[in-house]
């Protein structure tokens, strides 16, 4: 529906104010500019047409590189926990060896550290007994 403003202008005089002319055919600028244009609008529509086919095929073509990429994750994930158990074996093996070889030491040190014990003990017992008989002996009254 045209507006009020195309309505008067289509009855805008065709001459200058003066004397009778022979009446003028109103002009239809409206559908003028739709004839002129229409061409530009079917070339606009051939290309909203290919930038649609262009939008479709891009979102087509990220859809699969989404989905490649989901599928690579998932066999560098499944490589990862494979080599983690395996590290894990490796890290365990080795930590079994450290407590091994320090267990070793320990023993050794406390064994040799017996030893010195023992040998002080053996040392002091002869005296200690001797301390030991003479305060029973006297505690008893002999």
Known sequence: ????LDLLDRLRP???PGADAPSAVPADRRHEAESELADVFGVVEDYRHEADRVRTAAKAWAERLLHDADQRAERIVEGAR???AAVR???AAAVRADAEADLTAITAEAAVRADDVRRRAESLLPGVVDEVVAESMSLVGL
């Open 1 to 4: 529906m045209p507006g009020v």
């Open 89 to 91: 074996a490796e890290a």
């Open 82 to 84: 494979r080599q983690a």
């Open 14 to 16: 065709v001459v200058a």
